[in-house]
C-alpha cells in the first residue's frame, strides 16, 4: 500500500484546513486508517484514527477535527476546524491490516497566531 498525503498548509489561527491520504496498490477499506502529527522538537504524537464508521481522537483535538473516509476513493479526509498554533506540525497519516503498518509521507500545516 502507498499512502499520499495532502493539503497542508498555512492558515491563521481559528482557520480550516482538510487533509486528504490517498491510498493505491490495494483497497484499504478494511483497514484502519488515522493520521499523527509531529511538531517541531516534539515526538510524533497520534491525532484520529477510523475503523469501518467508528471514530476515535486525542483529546486534543476532538471536537475540532473530524476523521471520514471515501471507499469509492480509497481516501480518508481530516477536516481540522479552529486550528491554533499548537496544531502546527506534520501530519502523517497511515493504513493500519493485521500486523502490517504503512505510513505516507507527512504533510505540512503551519497555524500563524
Known amino acids: 500500500v502507498q499512502l499520499q498525503a495532502s493539503g497542508g498548509g498555512t492558515v491563521q489561527a481559528g482557520g480550516s484546513l482538510r487533509l486528504s491520504c490517498a491510498a493505491s496498490?490495494?483497497?484499504?477499506?478494511?483497514?484502519?486508517m488515522g493520521w499523527f502529527r509531529q511538531a517541531p522538537g516534539k515526538e510524533r504524537e497520534f491525532v484520529a484514527f477510523?475503523?469501518?464508521?467508528?471514530?476515535y481522537y486525542a483529546a486534543a483535538v476532538k471536537g475540532r477535527f473530524t476523521i471520514s473516509r471515501d471507499n469509492a476513493k480509497n481516501t480518508v479526509l481530516l477536516q481540522m476546524n479552529n486550528l491554533k498554533a499548537d496544531d502546527t506540525a506534520v501530519y502523517y497519516c497511515?493504513?493500519?491490516?493485521?500486523?502490517?503498518?504503512?505510513w505516507g509521507q507527512g504533510t505540512l500545516v503551519t497555524v500563524s497566531s
Open positions: 477510523i475503523r469501518f464508521d467508528q471514530t
Open positions: 496498490g490495494r483497497s484499504v477499506g478494511r483497514d484502519v
Open positions: 497511515y493504513a493500519f491490516w493485521r500486523t502490517v503498518q504503512y
